[in-house]
């Protein structure tokens, strides 16, 4: 694909201002190590401003205070990976499909689709769906009846929808994704086997939000699970039913949030992070990597359970062999403790 | 949807009795918290029941002995949660699909379909398949040559099932689950590289099992993968190959039996609780979140390698550094110790 | 399903020589204590060369030194269970899909399929992808534009494939997997909220690579996420943007690999195991179950951070209680410690 853009146009998507008035064409964007003459880039963190000097791009985002260490364009931002972000869907290769119902998709028809959409192959639309205005639904996608998906979302191919699931606009839901499965719920049957829980809420999902491959989002026991605007999750991502994820909070790869636990605004989860049931957390509260929540956390702030130092295995058995001892030589735990 | 039941055929179905013969009209299942008039509610803990007061539920569900502190109609029950279990199937939301085979569905022509199947869009039934009675599977599911599903299945939307696979009466398999995918079997191939060892068993399934979205079982590599009767998995799990879980364990989300452990009967595996290979658990295990089983388990009971306290991230790692001192301030630990 | 090979054409095929010149006829291939008359079987450890004497397979593979131990045909090689992983294929009853592509597989004009190419039902492949000779490709499987797949290659049902995908020659993809999916790149909008970073990159996948059921490999931010030859991924594997896999590595389940890190050949991360990001692991590292690697690696071995020892879950909470008073009992660490 050839993309050409006039540096004039990108300086005036960005409101930025540059070094040089020459208006240059940009046909690429890259990093700083990888950029080759026609590239623009950027200076993503000042540590890395010292690449200048050997930096091949046409143009590079930079803050004021570098342009002696750049013979390129210098285009001024207070916040370049910031910029970056904003100028690379300019640069995005993924194809966008023509509106339009593809011959082989199934549509209820009592479903209702909106202008500029584009339902893929073998999409398959239950009763009583609405798909809004510019939204994508890839191929092999299924929506189940009475769903709702607001304007210019992206479903990508082979992602499950169930019944009665509300999506917001402008949500991209990545393949292999599942939304609105059923909560885990089964109660004893009282002769050693499960008697199942239908789950008869629904999954609400707000505007903005990204949902990642093979990521999966349970419906809810009795009211909805709620997913709030801005929220971020990463593949392989697990939400429980009942749970309430506050806006803007992102979750890295393999984060699990159980059961009818409520998460903050602003959160951040990082990998394979978790939260066990019923449990709340505050906004702005950071869990890091492998570490999870097991008891309700009020104060903002990073919390870790997980990340031991690593060490060659041999040293590591060592040193794991003694952890049975901690309660002897630190401090006797008495039955009253523990269950207090 | 309009649900409407008298209360006299809930009381019926439940084998219960209420607190006053007026038959009213239930037409809803909600929380004590959030019931609204019309709905039937329930006292999952008694440590709940001081909110029955002001529960605006029109019946509830409860053991005997709060009968005073509610104003609405008692419905009696040794085991309310359960009851509300069973009762929920009433109030399920999910579109139960008319039998028939969609004019899409691509079906071989040596398939056997029982009676009262609905097998939805672009479902893919290959070669000497048997779908049971009363079967409903999903849009976008493959089922590959000559596997067996049992009666009243309900196999959801874009769920792989592979060749050779058996399953039993009134399994739930939800939507992006894979059954009988290849083992993770390999033999170094004395040249650095890797020799792919084909995976010649299949899977076995037992009845009234549930298998929760985007979980994995792979097929065995010699004899069969086995899920014994009443098994219920969460999102997430996997279970390779050769192994066997025994009746009516339960595991939630991304838990993991690694290849040929063998699983016993009602166990329960919470969330990212996992078995290293060639293992036995003994029936009746508990395995805390985040634990994993590193040796065999002969007795019943519950058992933890993970979970510690949760502390402001800059405490942890004061004490996580000390880690790798263990074995020097607890009790050395000599080469043979460790090897022994 | 009847297969029946004479012992003579094994042998050619192992280049192996056998104990007796009787040239027997070999129905199915089996472990020592299942093996029945007609079936070969193998000594995958020599501590089960004690079986020998109870098993009733016709041949077994076996290095010398054992043939006193069995009445069979013994057939001699020096790494028995590398000869039985060769020969597993000719008992692999997966279904070979004959070529030609299904009439409701959707096939851009502009799309080149090579000779023998067999496309299932409902497959989906947009503009300009190439599918080299002799793939098998199933039902439901979406690959999207421009990207190509080698020669051989076996992509299972229900696979998404994204734009701009290459992947080598004898591939195997499992069902769910997600190949190509966007990185989880988000930069902060300064008013709380998450711009996303369109992601330019797309995926290389080298030659012999195995891909697990419900894995993601994400298309890298500017250039590709590589994995090299060879590589064999298990299920509910994560490999993130930009991230680089050597030649033979592997994965097992849930092994997690964060966003630009570099992981050396013939590397082994074991269940759950995990990479942060940005790091380098130098090749022939083992990382051991749930183990994560903090920093960067450069000498070949096995490292851990996971797994404590299994205890009773009470006898852990006494223990764990304990943690928090680490630095107090082992070491004070001041805060220039922790931040040097």
Not at 71 to 76: D, L, N
Not at 285 to 309: C, D, E, F, H
Request: charged share 20%; aromatic share 6%; glycine share 12%.
């Amino acid at each position: 694909m050839n993309i050409e853009y006039h540096l004039s146009d990108i300086l005036n998507f960005l409101g930025a201002e540059a070094s040089d008035a020459k208006d240059v064409l940009i046909t690429g964007l890259a990093s700083l190590e990888n950029a080759n003459r026609g590239d623009i880039s950027f200076v993503a963190n000042t540590r890395h401003a010292k690449s200048l000097a050997e930096c091949n791009a046409t143009a590079v985002i930079m803050p004021r205070g570098y342009e002696n260490d750049y013979s390129g364009v210098c285009v001024f931002s207070k916040d370049p990976y910031l910029s970056y972000a904003k100028l690379s869907k300019w640069f995005d290769t993924a194809v966008k499909r023509p509106a339009g119902v593809h011959p082989t998709a199934i549509l209820a028809g009592d479903a209702t689709i909106g202008a500029d959409v584009s339902l893929g192959p073998n999409v398959v639309i239950e009763s009583e769906v609405l798909i809004s205005d510019g939204c994508q639904i890839g191929a092999n996608t299924f929506i189940g009846a009475r769903s709702r998906v607001g304007a210019n979302c992206l479903i990508e191919s082979n992602v499950s929808i169930y019944h009665d699931v509300l999506i917001g606009d402008s949500v991209t839901i990545h393949s292999g994704a599942v939304i609105g499965s059923d909560g885990f719920g089964f109660a004893p049957n009282g002769e050693g086997g499960w008697q199942k829980i239908y789950q008869l809420g629904g999954v609400s999902i707000g505007d903005r939000v990204e949902i990642g491959a093979c990521s999966t989002i349970d419906r809810g026991a009795l009211d909805d699970t709620i997913i709030g605007d801005g929220v971020i999750l990463d593949n392989h991502v697990m939400i429980a039913h009942n749970v309430r994820v506050g806006d803007n909070t992102a979750m890295a790869a393999f984060a699990g949030i159980a059961g009818s636990a409520k998460i903050g605004k602003n959160c951040f989860f990082a990998g394979d992070a978790a939260c066990l049931g019923h449990l709340e957390v505050a906004d702005n509260v950071q869990i890091t990597a492998r570490s999870y929540v097991t008891k309700s956390i009020k104060k903002s702030g990073s919390y870790s359970n997980g990340g031991l130092p690593l060490m060659e295995s041999r040293k590591w058995r060592r040193n794991a062999v003694n952890f049975g001892k901690l309660a002897k030589i630190v401090k006797p735990v008495t039955d009253k403790e523990l269950d207090g």
